[in-house]
């Protein structure tokens, strides 16, 4: 797709332009016609990387004469105003504001579309971007793991991507919020709309904070190549990103092969050999992708071991005097819990304040157990 | 230490030269001097890399006269008759039968006691040999997978090293004796003496078949040293190490930091980071240990992707006929459980069967749960 001027097309609206609006409408309406969600691994619809033409060539017989008619009569003024009327603002592809990460990835959406706020969006893609997928069906153990390392990397000032799905997604964003950290939901249908409709109070807290971004225009309907087409946009604005658990033919695995392909970090947390939610997890560790304990590991990855992200939210907020002195114990290099405790501190309490600095990222905790000072408060 | 020639000091005993034997007597003698198991990784006891003289040299005071008063003393002859007393045969480093894999590795043992025989013991290691070690207090899941290993390679024809220590590596022994496939167990004290005592029985059948090694003479006693110790020569004779689980702390990571300074292959069983005894594994996976989920992996290691060791054992046993049909799906490319079911098999009779197969070695499972035909029976 080839850069085109932006154009406010809807007075008062959000600018976009016509030529964005128009293909973000055509890939919608064709997506549907091929069956993508069968395909697996790197097989991507081939619907992002054909041009308008060859895409509506692509369709026979009365489809085809019936696509063509819609396209060439396209109302980008009307499409503008749908969007308007749903509460959903847009970035189109031309737009400064369209995420710089995800406009290098090959067959990026012409349009994203957003609840929560164009600038807010901008935002939240301005700090370090990591996305945590994984199954639906995540076990106790995988729920634990998403939620921990949403906690933990939300603590850390980054912003977490997700795709909100039942399991692994949603217990990461609840993590994330949890510590009242930045998160962004990348639905597979309209951004409008909480999909799957159980997670509507999940959707409500992300938007309070967040964002909810889509492919689709207003009122689109989650289909199975949405779902595919929706990861390839949460590995697409992503610097990183982590599987939690999945199965063999997870969707999350199309996830890790489009963060491969665009060169970015790939993580997966290991899980048993012995459990089908970790078969995929362990094969992408097998291939090369990095080991994932728990959020340090994150960092460790983006930043380089050692270095630690320093989080803005909490930096601000001051320390009381009681969880002072562990500060300064661990910034003194007593940093594990038994020298902690061996140093005269009784157990419980001091786990407890460890607990706290932990949670509003003022002390992290790196492999080994020990404990180091992320903002000296 | 240079070669010197072998010399049969005991009239009908093992052959063994007296250089040897000296040395062997001196590493036992001073080993326990030294507090070698509280150090960790790749600091591994000093007393091998030291030549007798200035091992000597470095025991101060009134031990050390009384040391090189009995070394100047040393009686080979003896000490020759002492191991034929017990029942314990010697390969000493300057024989053509001592394991070319651990001649290569530094600190080397002067002299391997074994019990089972020195012709069973070159034979087990003219094969291809893996180590599979771990924590003693291994969990149910560990354990699980430590005998699953040592049964698939043991029905591949490999031989299994390991230390016979509680936990993991006596789970390892008994799967590879449950399939009737070669082991050698390396023990902290005299080979002749069953350590810990409560593993008499896997002793007894571990020596029936396969050997138990040991580089203190007979009457050794187990101390800390002898751990690290004994871990140097598991690691040295292995063409690779995998470690099942294995604690922060865990003597297996010892194993493997010798098997990866000795440029072998290291491999590691991922694990839940929510349990401690995968902390060990799960840190040697992110320092680049390969992941094993099980034989096939360990396989792919040694052999290549897709090579398969023909095992020796159970080769030339005859498939009964309602086996053969199986076996024939499976080599016509009907490979996953799933499709043999689907091609109209009841799922009862097919896992049993499919399991029986495996066991012999005759198929193998792949990633995904595909079956390989290894013996076209």
């Not at 406009?103 to 349009?111: K, L, T």
């Not at 692994?168 to 409709?197: F, M, N, W």
């Not at 929706?230 to 695995?253: C, D, H, K």
Request: proline letters at 5%; charged letters at 20%.
């Amino acid at each position: 797709m080839n850069a085109h001027p932006a154009t406010a097309v809807a007075p008062g609206g959000a600018p976009a332009c016509e030529d964005c609006l128009r293909r973000s409408w055509l890939v919608a309406r064709l997506g549907a016609q091929f069956d993508f969600a069968r395909r697996r691994g790197r097989d991507l619809p081939l619907v992002f990387d054909l041009s308008d033409e060859r895409l509506i060539a692509a369709v026979a017989g009365a489809v085809g004469t019936e696509v063509k008619r819609e396209y060439d009569g396209f109302d980008a003024g009307a499409a503008a105003e749908r969007c308007l009327a749903a509460g959903v603002q847009t970035v189109c592809r031309c737009d400064p504001a369209y995420p710089a990460r995800l406009a290098r990835a090959p067959g990026a959406p012409a349009v994203l579309h957003v609840v929560g706020g164009r600038e807010r969006l901008g935002a939240l893609l301005a700090a370090d971007c990591v996305s945590i997928v994984g199954a639906r069906r995540g076990s106790a153990y995988g729920l634990e793991v998403a939620r921990s390392l949403g906690r933990g990397l939300g603590a850390a000032g980054l912003t977490v991507i997700s795709g909100m799905a039942l399991g692994i997604d949603s217990a990461a964003h609840a993590g994330v919020l949890e510590v009242q950290g930045a998160t962004i939901a990348v639905l597979p249908a309209g951004a409008e709309r909480p999909y799957p409709a159980s997670k509507r109070a999940l959707y409500r807290r992300i938007v309070a904070s967040g964002v909810a971004v889509s492919e689709l225009p207003p009122g689109g309907e989650s289909r199975r190549w949405g779902f595919p087409a929706r990861n390839r946009i949460i590995a697409g604005v992503s610097a990183m990103t982590v599987v939690v658990e999945a199965g063999e033919r997870s969707g999350s695995l199309i996830t890790a092969a489009v963060a491969e392909d665009l060169g970015r970090l790939l993580g997966a947390v290991p899980g048993r050999v012995t459990s089908g939610l970790s078969t995929g997890t362990n094969e992408l560790l097998a291939r090369g992708a990095r080991v994932v304990r728990g959020p340090a590991d994150v960092l460790d990855a983006l930043f380089g071991a050692g270095v630690r992200a320093v989080p803005e939210r909490g930096a601000g907020e001051p320390v009381r005097a009681e969880l002072r002195d562990l500060l300064d114990a661990i910034g003194a290099g007593c940093d594990t819990l038994g020298a902690l405790v061996g140093s005269g501190r009784a157990v419980e309490p001091t786990l407890t304040a460890l607990a706290e600095l932990e949670l509003v990222g003022h002390i992290g905790r790196e492999a080994g157990g020990r404990y180091v000072v992320r903002v000296p408060g």
